[in-house]
């Protein structure tokens, strides 16, 4: 099993830039911190109609009523309602792909958060973006893994997505058959899928789905502090 | 149900239904999606039925009422299935949230 750096095409310079936007790093080390509640601002705000920040903190009134009055989590709220406004008021194309970043962003800094990766050593673990995974005797797919983390022994490939509607078959069984590749090289290689969604939306997804996906850990917006676990 | 009238979690709950049911109508336009549109709906109002049978008699909380009204008429706007889709999934969870439960 060896990891590669995916080839630089058109799709990955476009999306190079996309990821380069500083709107991205912003909106990733907020959510990074972030509690449930405010990741679900975040969502509805980045994909909604309006861009008025009255009428969001209106319908976030535990986020921003009376009762959470002036501190750090109410900085953050506001925060993250600032930079999910920012992604909305791009044009509908540009604010999919700007959405798409965030979540790979957000799981690349929460994945360096896990001991032995936030201070590697010779040994240590390395997250990367954009990489394939090669195998002896299999055809190289041809679209990268979000996320990497390439350590002996500990390896995993991360897919992101925006919604539980990304969730398809292609995903599912590019990220299963990573694993069992990796199996028959006697590696060992976790598959997991980071949703930007809730996991109840995921569940009604999956259960559409028979490719498979029994092995491949379901990241959901209730449960994205356990990448950095 | 108007929104002034919410004073419990189940007002808020049923306050909320009727623009729920325009959104999930609006995405069932994606033929391809049909199918996962209506389970997403009906998975998600079986959660929302769930807290009004335990939470419903409870006060909705400040800023509730307002929340609803302002959420229906965020989704009242939306006119593409595509992004009706998304928020399928979205407004039950901003509703919980908003009465004080996790999705």
């Keep these: ?229 | 149900m108007e929104t002034q009238s919410i004073v419990s979690v189940a007002d808020a709950i049923t306050a909320a239904s009727a623009a729920y049911d325009a959104l999930a109508e609006l995405a069932e336009d994606v033929e391809d999606e049909w199918s996962y549109v209506t389970d997403l709906a009906d998975a998600w109002r079986e959660r929302l039925a769930e807290v009004a049978d335990a939470r419903g008699h409870e006060p909705a909380g400040d800023g509730v009422a307002e929340a609803v009204a302002i959420l229906s008429a965020e989704v009242g706007a939306i006119d593409d299935p595509h992004r009706a889709i998304d928020w399928l999934s979205t407004f039950p969870q901003v509703l919980l949230v908003a009465v004080g439960e996790n999705p």
């Excluded at chain 1, 861009?51 to 501190?71: H, I, K, Y």
């Design chain 1, 1 to 229: 099993m060896r990891f590669q750096d995916a080839a630089p095409d058109a799709r990955a310079v476009v999306y190079a830039g996309i990821q380069a936007d500083p709107l991205v790093a912003r909106a990733a080390t907020l959510l990074a911190d972030a509690s449930l509640e405010q990741r679900i601002l975040a969502r509805a705000a980045m994909n909604g109609m309006s861009t008025d920040p009255v009428v969001w903190r209106s319908m976030f009134p535990r986020l921003f009523g009376p009762s959470n009055g002036a501190g750090p989590e109410r900085d953050r709220s506001e925060a993250i309602l600032e930079v999910a406004l920012a992604v909305a008021e791009r044009g509908e194309q540009v604010r999919s792909q700007v959405r798409g970043a965030i979540v790979e962003s957000l799981t690349e800094l929460l994945v360096r958060r896990r001991s032995g990766i936030a201070a590697p050593g010779p040994s240590g673990a390395t997250v990367r973006r954009e990489r394939r995974i090669l195998f002896d005797g299999v055809r190289a797919e041809i679209h990268p893994y979000d996320v990497t983390v390439e350590a002996p022994g500990a390896s995993e490939a991360i897919d992101c997505k925006w919604g539980a509607r990304g969730i398809n078959a292609d995903v599912l069984h590019q990220l299963d058959d990573a694993r069992t590749h990796a199996a028959d090289e006697d590696e060992s290689l976790a598959a997991s899928l980071v949703v930007f969604d809730a996991r109840r939306s995921c569940d009604v997804r999956l259960a559409r789905q028979t490719a498979p996906h029994e092995r491949t850990r379901i990241v959901s917006l209730e449960t994205l502090d356990e990448l950095a676990r």
